[in-house]
């Protein structure tokens, strides 16, 4: 069963516009929540995160919103550049202070965004 | 600062091999993880270390062993290579648990094929 899902296996978007990645979660229990960027043969790079006490945070041009209530968060890209062109991964995890702290992780989707 | 460093990049093993994959980090994190990511999936966990000499199961922990002797090394062992372990493995750390503020590090990945 997926604890996290990206439903959007792929995303294209043109230069300058806004770039919106979504996430959905089953597990009431995941306290926290991040963004991961990944490049063709490079390891994941930690991009942004969010609490569940939260429901915005924003990093440069980058935004995720979390939906509690409806068990889904997202990632804004604005303005989008073509460097951003790679795969996203939503991951969740836990209470630091439990056992389920190790990151869960979604399919990913991978973004184009075309000069 | 290298950060993780995996080694090799690839490698082709027959039915029935073993191998160890490498992972060294140089900074100072208690916490080490092995994953795992297929094609179109995301990264399941594989084994997880919360410091030398401490290791636990992840997701998918069949067919692999790892050891932690040191703070700095967290190897994963395959033996007997089934074809379903075709895959890329990725090794990451962090300071603490969850590291909901700055996330992983991971090294850049090793992709594995099994014939």
């Known amino acids: 069963d997926q604890q996290v899902k990206q439903n959007s296996p792929s995303l294209s978007v043109q230069e300058g516009r806004i770039s919106i990645l979504n996430c959905d979660y089953t597990?009431?229990?995941?306290?926290?929540f991040l963004w991961y960027k990944k490049y063709p043969a490079e390891g994941p790079t930690f991009l942004i995160s969010?609490?569940?006490?939260?429901d915005k945070n924003e990093d440069g041009r980058f935004t995720v919103f979390l939906n509690k209530s409806a068990k889904h968060l997202s990632l804004h890209i604005v303005p989008s550049q073509p460097g951003d062109s790679a795969v996203y991964f939503c991951?969740?995890?836990?209470?630091?202070?439990?056992?389920?702290?190790?990151?869960?992780f979604g399919k990913g989707t991978l973004l184009t965004v075309n000069p | 600062n290298a950060g993780v460093t995996q080694t090799p990049k690839f490698r082709i093993l027959k039915i029935g091999q073993s191998m160890t994959l490498q992972c060294t980090q140089d900074?100072?994190?208690?916490?080490m993880y092995w994953y795992r990511q297929d094609p179109g999936m995301g990264l399941k966990l594989i084994y997880y270390?919360?410091?030398?000499?401490?290791?636990d199961k992840g997701e998918v922990p069949n067919g692999y062993n790892v050891s932690r002797s040191t703070t700095e090394d967290f190897p994963l062992r395959l033996e007997l290579a089934a074809p379903s372990q075709t895959s890329v493995y990725f090794c990451?750390?962090?300071?603490?648990?969850?590291?909901?503020?700055?996330?992983?590090?991971f090294g850049s990945g090793t992709r594995l094929t099994v014939v």
């Open positions: 990451a750390s962090s300071y603490s648990p969850g590291a909901h503020d700055y996330g992983y590090t």
């Open positions: 597990n009431s229990m995941f306290d926290y």
């Open positions: 969010i609490s569940s006490i939260k």
């Open positions: 991951a969740a995890s836990g209470n630091s202070g439990g056992s389920n702290y190790k990151l869960t």
């Open positions: 900074m100072n994190h208690n916490y």
């Open positions: 270390s919360v410091g030398a000499g401490i290791t």
